[in-house]
């Protein structure tokens, strides 16, 4: 488990079965504990001023390094309060030293790849104690001490800019922007002294940037082209199983909503390559008694270049099904936004069994629209006018569009920690570098941006519930099939951290036992009047 991993989440709810569990304590400090440190937030302040002395003595009494690295181990460093207080009590003492003494050093699991032969751990025990002290053994060498300081330096760096990073963005959330400003170059400068290719050093980094682009450069957009949008969204694809788990999850529970069906439709609400639908299309095709009339419409931005790209991938899905023998219709819906597209232009059948399929989109209709009303009641206002069979909706489980930024941006540290963390057993290059863009953007979004153009406004499961349940959807359970195919999905994957989860006929997939996405599906509750809406008069066969 890496510095990040952490057992508590604020909205997460108990699980009936899962393939994966684990669970710590809540009055810890979720972050650092995850990496170890037992530390309360209400202490977090005051073990930061303690860390900076202790590093002050640090910087400043070279000569006594060795002497401090050999003291270090007589404490156990996971209660990060107790140890610093004792490092400080005693730091001009000196101590007699034996390897014996650095058993209890085993609990830096960040000190891993630095110390060697590996340490074992073992229990330190009064008799023990007396018979290692009897015992005569070699020093370490003072290079193996003075790297083992310098790991625990680095290490205090990162809980120090976690402290800053939450202190900056109360300063801009109370509108103290010149602290804010000030805090922002002392972490900075504290970047220096951690390693910024993984962990916290990562991700301080990426926030650093984004509370830097809300200070002194709100206007920037965070969001590229469409082209760099859909190069992004395949990487992130590549790199790692959240979108591959959305895509079965969904494709599973419509083909199970599909059965007896002869003519059915799925709209896309966001295309994307089409990625998502070549194994729905070999799945139908080995559909008993035979394969459906599949018509699929796909949604998405219309191409800056002039292309029709959504005809393009439209044909080369028309190929594949012609390969399996599936009957196929392509229909490409340009819309800048969501809630631009009508009812009418998806030309819905009444004989067609209907699935609404969204990944990760619903949640960029909560902004506000003073000259729309509200987007996503629009939205789910004439998706349940077409009278679906199914409606599969996945999103990021997480709460980012809180009203208060301190709140929002807490959540989002603790979410993307988590989200960079499980990215670290990827070993595709450079589709996880890549990836880490995707994920930036995101950071950027949900930091920088305010109005219309925050558009990453994530919410938990618990609050989907409420709201498509009072927009007239009943919930679907999404079945043992699901459940064991993503399941069998993780297997692809060789980190052990990635965790499914049921959650009241809901699946969540997390990193440990933080989920990061849930997938759900939902039924519209029929209207007394159905036939207000144009439609196509038959299914053509």
Not at 85 to 98: A, H, R, T
Not at 107 to 122: G, K, R, S
Not at 157 to 176: F, N
Not at 474 to 500: D, I, W
Request: hydrophobic share 40%; glycine share 6%.
């Amino acid at each position: 488990m890496g510095p990040y991993d952490y057992g508590i989440s604020a909205g997460s709810s108990s699980s009936s079965s899962s393939s994966c569990a684990g669970g710590k304590p809540t009055e810890l400090d979720g972050l650092l504990a995850g990496a170890g440190y037992k530390v309360r937030s209400s202490d977090l302040h005051q073990v930061a001023q303690r860390l900076e002395k202790l590093e002050t003595f640090m910087v400043n009494a070279p000569t006594e390094i060795s002497q401090l690295a050999s003291e270090a181990v007589h404490y156990n460093p996971s209660d990060l309060a107790s140890w610093v207080d004792s490092m400080l009590s005693e730091i001009n003492q000196p101590f007699p030293v034996s390897s014996s003494d650095l058993s209890d050093f085993s609990d830096f699991h960040y000190m891993d790849d630095l110390v060697t032969p590996p340490l074992q751990h073992e229990v330190l025990t009064d008799a023990w104690a007396d018979q290692s002290a009897q015992q005569q053994q070699p020093q370490p060498p003072l290079q193996q001490q003075q790297l083992t300081v310098v790991a625990a330096i680095e290490e205090d760096s990162g809980i120090k800019l976690v402290h800053l990073l939450l202190t900056c963005a109360e300063s801009i959330q109370r509108g103290d922007l010149a602290l804010a400003g000030t805090l922002l170059e002392k972490m900075r400068a504290l970047l220096s002294r951690v390693n910024t290719g993984c962990g916290i050093g990562k991700v301080a980094g990426y926030f650093i940037d984004a509370l830097s682009r809300r200070l002194f450069s709100p206007q920037a957009v965070c969001a590229g082209s469409v082209l760099e949008n859909e190069i992004l969204y395949h990487h992130f694809y590549e790199a790692c199983p959240y979108l591959k788990f959305a895509h079965f999850t969904a494709n599973q529970a419509i083909l199970e909503a599909f059965d007896g069906h002869d003519c059915v439709h799925v709209v896309d609400f966001n295309l994307m390559h089409g990625l998502q639908w070549p194994a729905l299309i070999q799945a139908l095709a080995l559909r008993p008694g035979g394969p459906p009339l599949l018509r699929l419409t796909g949604i998405g931005p219309p191409s800056p270049d002039g292309r029709d790209s959504l005809r393009e991938i439209g044909l080369k899905l028309a190929e594949l099904a012609r390969s399996v023998n599936v009957r196929f219709a392509f229909r490409g819906v340009a819309a800048s936004r969501l809630d631009d597209v009508k009812p009418w232009m998806l030309q819905v059948g009444p004989r067609e069994a209907v699935a609404i399929n969204s990944i990760m989109q619903l949640h960029k209709l909560l902004g506000p629209d003073p000259n729309r009303g509200s987007p996503i009641d629009s939205v789910l206002g004439w998706v349940r006018s077409l009278n679906p069979k199914i409606i599969t909706v996945v999103e990021q489980e997480a709460n980012h569009n809180q009203p208060e930024f301190l709140d929002r941006f807490t959540e989002a540290l603790y979410y993307y920690s988590t989200m960079f963390d499980s990215l670290e057993s990827c070993t595709l290059q450079p589709e996880k570098a890549v990836a880490e863009m995707y994920i930036q953007r995101e950071i950027c979004n949900v930091v920088s941006c305010e109005g219309s153009a925050r558009v990453e406004r994530h919410e938990p499961l618990a609050k989907w519930r409420a709201r498509l349940g009072g927009a007239g959807f009943r919930p679907l359970h999404l079945g043992s099939n699901a459940f064991k195919q993503a399941s069998m999905l993780l297997t692809l994957f060789s980190a052990e951290g990635y965790c499914v989860e049921e959650n009241q006929g809901c699946l969540t997939l997390g990193w440990h036992s933080r989920p990061l996405i849930a997938a759900s599906a939902w039924q519209a509750v029929p209207l007394p009047d159905t036939n207000s809406l144009p439609t196509i008069n038959d299914c053509v066969l």
